[in-house]
């Protein structure tokens, strides 16, 4: 009678214990395969993210390539090596995407220029910074910041053909953000670029800026025959 009582608690115990198994190989099992399905999804979705970056290249005439990771495009438009490049900024859920735009000069211009928006500075403090430069015009000087090595060579470089050239990119490419160095005219895009029309209509107004800083004309490429509007 004892035996029979202990062999059924023993059995007991073993269907427990086999139950209790089989129940946490299920989770574990249920959570690798959940784990699976979200990683082939996010990988899937990469794919398709990288694919449309692959598939922009040629109707741009630029090449496709992966930095560090994440999509990029390069090319030239007329004399000028162009780059289009996505990067993350950020961390966690603040982590954002940015999409720079870049037409590099072919000479360095050796103003120590700096141009970029002036809505990133307190209007305030600009007054008390050292760095920015006065302009004779006070209208360019509203929208853009403004910093070089001497006063008198940038006000000189800044022709009114140039600052035209300047405004007109500021209004076609807005919200992006416009900035020109020495060596580049950049624009920063935080909204997301799908189609090669945007990036078209982006890169022409800052191949145009660069355009008034040379006298040569240059060839036509597929960006000439590309409406802008």
Request: hydrophobic residues 45%.
């Amino acid at each position: 009678m004892v035996s029979n009582i202990i062999e059924n608690i023993e059995r007991d115990c073993v269907s427990e214990f086999l139950i209790n198994t089989v129940l946490f190989l299920f989770c574990i099992a249920t959570f690798v395969g959940m784990f699976f399905l979200l990683f082939q999804y996010s990988k899937k979705r990469r794919m398709a993210f990288l694919k449309s970056w692959e598939d922009l290249a040629p109707q741009v005439e630029f090449q496709f390539e992966l930095r560090n990771g994440n999509p990029c495009l390069t090319g030239k438009i007329k004399q000028y090596n162009c780059r289009i490049w996505l990067e993350w900024v950020g961390s966690g859920e603040h982590r954002a995407p940015i999409i720079n735009f870049e037409v590099y000069l072919p000479e360095s211009l050796r103003l120590g220029l700096s141009i970029g928006p002036q809505e990133k500075h307190i209007p305030f403090l600009k007054f008390l910074s050292r760095e920015e430069l006065e302009l004779d015009d006070e209208v360019f000087d509203q929208h853009f910041f403004v910093q070089g090595q001497d006063a008198v060579a940038v006000n000189q470089f800044l022709t009114l053909e140039r600052k035209l050239a300047i405004y007109n990119a500021k209004h076609y490419i807005a919200p992006v953000n416009l900035s020109i160095t020495d060596t580049l005219v950049q624009a920063r895009a935080t909204q997301s670029i799908t189609s090669a029309h945007q990036i078209i209509l982006v890169m022409k107004q800052l191949v145009a800026i660069a355009n008034t800083f040379y006298d040569e004309e240059p060839e036509e490429t597929v960006w000439d025959s590309t409406d802008n509007t």
